[in-house]
């Protein structure tokens, strides 16, 4: 009798013991696919590593698209970049050597790092909380994450972009990154960095719905199974979802870029409507695409850069949290 109980015993601690394993196994594959388990600082330091990454690489194209979107406009003061990317990058490293192309880099190397660590690290809070860490398709779920993050994230990349824009422009008169902010404070006041950051969030929050509900769903699409993810997969996704965003919300970016720039004060008003309607009045329509080329060149590799550098890092940290 007692070895029978004993036997019975040892057969229920068996099957508990194999249900736990194949219950550990279950979550262990769920947390491979998406790096659950990491702590917020983990997602903060990939991303700060992805931001980084993507404006380094990509700064000259940004350079290119800023000149060729604020030194069309009528009176703007400053010898505009037209034609092709080509000739316009020709132009800028003959006029100011290769040099010119790099032009507000400091305030990008200062700014993306941070900026991109808030962003990710609200994308992955607001995943959790609207349930879009699993596996299946959320594009809507994952659509609202990435505005909400951009929101909080433009507030503090905002007035970095507008010294970054102020500085890549043709016969810039500032001297650095710290002289354009003294003299920015001086002459315009603090409200000078923020003018545009009602249109960049006009901007971005549809840029980063199509981008991230995009890269999400391509990467489902390209894909056989979750394990089968690799850096091709999210590089190709990454590249799609970046020009597609980049392509429908180039008239707000043009908006935005010669707010940001408006350092004479052309425009009396910080309303994105206003701002697009006298574009459209005093240069026509087509003024909206200007720079549509270069930003799409642009953001094609940058979001490659961006989610690859991103998601191998949590790969990263999520193998190291295991060892």
Not at 231 to 250: E, K, R, S, Y
Request: hydrophobic share 40%; with cysteine.
């Amino acid at each position: 009798m007692g070895v029978s109980q004993d036997s019975g015993e040892r057969m229920r601690q068996a099957e508990s013991a194999t249900s736990r394993s194949t219950s550990d196994s279950f979550t262990l594959q769920a947390a491979k696919r998406t790096y659950d388990g990491l702590s917020f600082s983990k997602f903060m330091a990939a991303g700060s590593a992805a931001g980084i990454a993507e404006h380094i690489a990509m700064f000259p194209v940004d350079t290119i698209k800023t000149r060729m979107q604020a030194l069309a406009a009528p009176g703007s003061g400053g010898s505009g970049v037209s034609g092709t990317v080509s000739r316009a990058m020709s132009s800028i490293i003959r006029k100011e050597g290769f040099i010119g192309l790099y032009s507000g880099v400091g305030a990008v190397a200062v700014g993306a790092g941070p900026s991109h660590g808030i962003y990710f690290v609200v994308y992955e809070y607001m995943k959790s909380f609207l349930g879009a860490t699993d596996d299946e398709h959320r594009p809507l779920e994952t659509s609202a994450a990435a505005a909400a993050a951009t929101v909080v994230a433009d507030a503090f990349m905002t007035p970095l972009d507008v010294v970054k824009q102020r500085l890549q422009l043709a016969n810039s008169p500032y001297n650095g990154v710290m002289d354009c902010i003294s003299s920015m404070l001086r002459k315009e006041g603090v409200k000078a960095f923020f003018k545009s950051y009602n249109t960049t969030v006009i901007m971005n929050v549809p840029f980063v719905s199509i981008h991230f509900a995009s890269y999400e769903s391509c990467k489902k699409m390209l894909r056989k199974s979750p394990e089968d993810e690799g850096l091709v997969t999210q590089i190709t996704a990454g590249g799609i979802a970046g020009g597609a965003a980049a392509l429908f919300t180039n008239p707000l970016d043009v908006v935005k870029t010669r707010l940001q720039t408006d350092s004479r004060a052309k425009y009396t008003t910080t309303s994105s409507w206003q701002v697009l309607r006298s574009i459209v009045r005093e240069e026509g329509s087509g003024a909206l695409m200007h720079g549509l080329r270069p930003r799409v060149l642009f953001h094609i590799p940058a979001a490659a850069i961006s989610w690859m550098t991103y998601e191998s890092c949590k790969k990263f940290f999520f193998d190291s949290q295991r060892q």
